[in-house]
Nanobody, 124 residues
Framework: QVQLVESGGGLVQAGGSLNLTCVFS????????LAWFRQAPGKERLFVAA????????YYADSVKGRFTISRDSAKNTVYLRMNNLKPEDTAVYYC?????????????????WGQGTQVTVSS
C-alpha cells in the first residue's frame, strides 16, 4: 500500500521561500506520476505541479510557473516542491499525490494516493 507523508509547511512572509517534502513508501516511486495540489478554505483542490513517471517531464500551473520547482529523488523515495517568491494567494493546504503510470490528464485531482497535507501560510 502506497503511503505519502508531507512536511515542510509553515508561515512565511510574502517574497519568502519554503521547501515541501513528500516521502513515498510502499512501491517503486519511479513508476508513479507524482503531483502537488493545494486547497484553500472553501475552495476546490487545484493542481500545482507534477512530474511524470516515464520521462520525468515536469508540469506547472500557470499561477506558479517560474516560482515553484518540482523534483523527484528516486534514491530517497522523495518528491519535493521548492516554492520561491511566495504570495498571500499561495496560502493553502498542500497535498502530495501519486498515481501508477498515469499519463495524459495530470491536472485533475483523481490520483489514487494522497498524503494528509501540510499547511502553507503566506502573510502580506
Amino acid at each position: 500500500q502506497v503511503q505519502l507523508v508531507e512536511s515542510g509547511g509553515g508561515l512565511v512572509q510574502a517574497g519568502g521561500s519554503l521547501n515541501l517534502t513528500c516521502v513515498f513508501s510502499g512501491g517503486g516511486i519511479s513508476m508513479y506520476m507524482l503531483a502537488w495540489f493545494r486547497q484553500a478554505p472553501g475552495k476546490e483542490r487545484l493542481f500545482v505541479a507534477a512530474v511524470g513517471w516515464n520521462w520525468s517531464r515536469t508540469y506547472y500551473a500557470d499561477s506558479v510557473k517560474g516560482r515553484f520547482t518540482i523534483s523527484r529523488d528516486s534514491a530517497k523515495n522523495t518528491v519535493y516542491l521548492r516554492m520561491n517568491n511566495l504570495k498571500p494567494e499561495d496560502t493553502a493546504v498542500y497535498y502530495c499525490a501519486a498515481d501508477y503510470r498515469r499519463v495524459g490528464d495530470f491536472r485533475t485531482p483523481t490520483y489514487e494516493y494522497w498524503g494528509q497535507g501540510t499547511q502553507v501560510t503566506v502573510s502580506s
